[in-house]
């Protein structure tokens, strides 16, 4: 399993919790549990490789991480989503939307670059090409306003 195929089963997960409310930890457990990931790989190709220890990790950090910070997260969404509610958002591009931001401010091994255009593959792939668009505008917007390395 690549990395790019982690980030989407972690999309996948914080989307999930929009609708079970459960623990980012318990989310991750039982969609990782090897009986109902075998099962998935039916529905979605994503499946049909188990993530490895490191991409665990990586899925339990970003899905806990998104959901500890959903309000943050959302906060930095709305500044850049201008004249956009955040409810007219559809859920899916806003959990890539807010994973996307989280892994450019607390994942250290993801490039800025690398997020943004893995958000715009998945907000393409699972809610078209406008919402790549709008993924690539609201995060480029993001991504201008961070720091400069080194300035």
């Known amino acids: 399993m690549t990395r790019g195929n982690a980030r989407e089963l972690a999309v996948h997960l914080i989307y999930s919790r929009e609708f079970t409310g459960q623990e980012p930890e318990q989310e991750v457990a039982s969609r990782l549990e090897k009986e109902y990931y075998m099962s998935l790989s039916q529905e979605n190709q994503v499946y049909s490789d188990r993530p490895s220890a490191s991409q665990v990790r990586y899925i339990d950090t970003v899905v806990t991480g998104v959901a500890n910070r959903q309000e943050e997260l959302n906060?930095?969404?709305?500044?850049?989503?201008?004249?956009?509610?955040?409810?007219?958002?559809?859920?899916?591009?806003?959990?890539?939307?807010?994973?996307?931001?989280?892994?450019?401010?607390?994942?250290?091994?993801?490039?800025?670059?690398?997020?943004?255009?893995?958000?715009?593959?998945?907000?393409?792939?699972?809610?078209?090409?406008?919402?790549?668009?709008?993924?690539?505008?609201?995060?480029?917007?993001?991504?201008r306003s961070l720091p400069q390395e080194g300035a």
């Open 75 to 143: 906060e930095q969404i709305r500044r850049f989503a201008i004249g956009w509610d955040i409810s007219r958002i559809s859920r899916l591009t806003r959990c890539v939307l807010q994973l996307a931001i989280f892994e450019t401010l607390f994942v250290e091994d993801v490039p800025t670059g690398v997020a943004i255009s893995e958000a715009v593959r998945l907000a393409k792939m699972y809610d078209g090409d406008e919402a790549g668009a709008f993924t690539n505008g609201i995060l480029g917007a993001f991504a």
